[in-house]
């Protein structure tokens, strides 16, 4: 079974394995790379020496490259070692907006908004200007207005050397988004028994963080080193 092409979707028509069969209604796939490039944590899928294994990561991503994802790590980790070796991958990335709950039990909910990309990532390989335009737009993508050499200092060679970068391909991709209210018969009349209604919690529509004012403080209440309340340096220092 294939969904239907459209200019915004800029892959092929999807194979069974990535089109959206339950709430079809609810696919947005024209939609994956807006999601993408607002998405945060990616949740890598692959299968090592058999085995299924989902690890989180962040990754960076730009719409004027809509079919690559890339993803970084350490060189000597068995992560980057699996990626770079063109090994099949799968990457979920979703944002959870809303808990929605119901009059009855099936009908207790969350509205999210995700993407699923399969692919197969090759090694950006140590020396190409592309890895360190990458790494830095990375940072620039997690924390905007932060400005290499005002704001932090770049990467010295060494530790570029350390890090590895992957180009995810994305062969296949689907979007599905959920929003709303509780769908429940009853759900939209007061004087039924019990409570409907829904909880934000995440960053949806409306709630986006607000922009960094000059590479400090991004989310709301964020706070610097130095200012009351502020994270300690050993925080600040931890790396994966
Ligand atoms: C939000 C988030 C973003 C991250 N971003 C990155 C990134 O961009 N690059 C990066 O290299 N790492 C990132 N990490 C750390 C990453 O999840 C892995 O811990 C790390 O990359 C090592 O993976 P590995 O498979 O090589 O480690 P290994 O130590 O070889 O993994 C062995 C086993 O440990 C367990 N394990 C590994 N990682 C985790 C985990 N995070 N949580 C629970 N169990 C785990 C799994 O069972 C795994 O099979 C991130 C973690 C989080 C939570």
Redesign the pocket.
Known sequence: MTTSATPERLLPALPAHAAIHAHPERDRTAEAPALLAAG??AHVGFV?DGRP?V?????HYAANEPRRLY????VN??????LASGAPVCVGVTELDDLVYSRTALNHSVNYRSVVAYGRATAVQPGLPERERVLTAMIARYFPGRIPGRDYAPAPSAQLAATALVALDIEEWSAKVRTGGPNGPGDLDPLLPGTAGVVPVGRGPGREPAAAPRGGGWLPGTRELGTPGGPSVAWCGVR?
């Open positions: 945060l944590v090592d294994v690890i989180p990561m962040t990754y993803l970084h790590g350490g980790g068995r992560l980057m070692r699996h994966w």
